[in-house]
């Protein structure tokens, strides 16, 4: 699959997804980023902000398997990754699958369990496997979490651990949508109080695991060149000497940043990466990985602003 066929399908699954979404078109090209080299994503935002609508009509767009769970404070990994019960029949286990067996994994709320259920979800998204009862199961290439938390309803929560938070390729932040946007929001849904039905839009899949696997071959060719390489490490290794960062990015960071830098230039029809590429995704792959200096705190400073001083500080190739 060349990159001009990787634009088009891209276009189409943007148009499939405003059939119910209003905007939100960075956020489809994030996720579209993401599942092209294996990634997992944490949106934070506000309830009603469309976060499970979005990650249903992304599925059903690229006729992936869809499956949500409501991350709760009495959780157990069992309740995730599904038990062996005793079939009296066949005198035999038999394992009745949990809800983390799909492609497109909504995890709603996940900072609201404990970490006993947390760490069961971390192999998995590490992994693509679980292991129930000294067995493992894989889940397959397509499998992806979306996970959600909400930022202003932080009573009995449990803060997502650094190696968790790593694990995530992109923290992207859902905001609420501009005036025009939430007026076209109440104009096409606001006749009902639950939530809309897919099928009442008409959505198409618009590409298969077939494609997608296509897609994701192409992603290997693309060219990203030494002086790009150094300026991704440069703006890594920055994060680890700034004044109001007490731990910087991961090794892996850079790593993540040069997948996502490729995946997304292809999503643009370049088959070449380019500086601006790198810009565009260092903030959602960097801001949940710098750990604010207690100094920056007190000031309120945001990881948003300090990423970006080091991007307008680090000479970028020409």
């Known amino acids: 699959m060349d990159v001009d066929s990787i634009r088009a399908i891209t276009e189409r699954v943007r148009v499939e997804v405003h059939k119910i979404v209003v905007g939100q078109d960075e956020v489809i ?9 294996g990634g997992h994503i944490l949106i934070e935002g506000v309830p009603g902000t469309a976060k499970t609508l979005l990650s249903q009509a992304f599925a059903a767009g690229l006729r992936l398997e869809f499956g949500r769970i409501q991350f709760t404070p009495d959780l157990m990994p069992g309740d995730l990754l599904g038990t062996n019960l005793f079939n009296f029949q066949t ?6 699958k949990g809800p983390i ?12 369990t404990p970490p006993k259920t947390q760490a069961a979800l971390l192999q998995a998204m590490n992994e693509r496997a679980v292991t129930i009862d000294g067995r493992n199961y894989p889940l397959g290439d397509e499998f992806m979490v979306v996970a959600t938390q909400n930022p202003i309803e932080q009573q009995g929560t449990y803060p997502l651990p650094e190696a968790q938070l790593d694990r995530f390729l992109f923290k992207i932040i859902i905001t609420y949508p501009s005036h ?14 639950a939530m809309p039905r897919l099928g009442e839009f008409g959505l198409e899949a618009v590409v298969d695991e077939g494609g997608l696997a296509g897609m ?4 290997v060719d693309i060219r990203l060149s030494d002086e790009l390489v150094a300026y991704i490490v440069d703006v890594i290794r920055a994060t680890r000497r700034h004044a109001s960062l007490e731990f910087g990015a991961s090794t892996r960071a850079a790593t993540m940043l040069a997948s ?7 999503l643009q029809g370049r088959d070449f990466v380019i500086p601006d ?13 710098v750990v604010l200096s207690p100094g920056a705190e007190i000031e309120g400073l945001a990881p948003d602003r300090i990423v970006g001083e080091i991007l307008e500080q680090t000479p970028a190739p020409r």
């Open 91 to 96: 005198n035999s286990f038999v394992l009745t």
């Open 260 to 266: 996502a830098a490729r995946a997304y230039a292809a």
């Open 277 to 289: 590429d790198v810009k565009f995704l260092a903030i959602p792959v960097l801001r949940h990985r």
């Open 180 to 193: 025009d946007e939430e007026r076209e929001v109440v104009r096409r849904h606001g006749y009902r109080a």
């Open 29 to 37: 090209e994030l996720m579209l980023t993401s599942l092209m080299i």
């Open 216 to 219: 994701r071959r192409a992603v």
């Open 101 to 112: 067996f799909t492609q497109i994994l909504l995890a709603d709320e996940i900072n609201r």
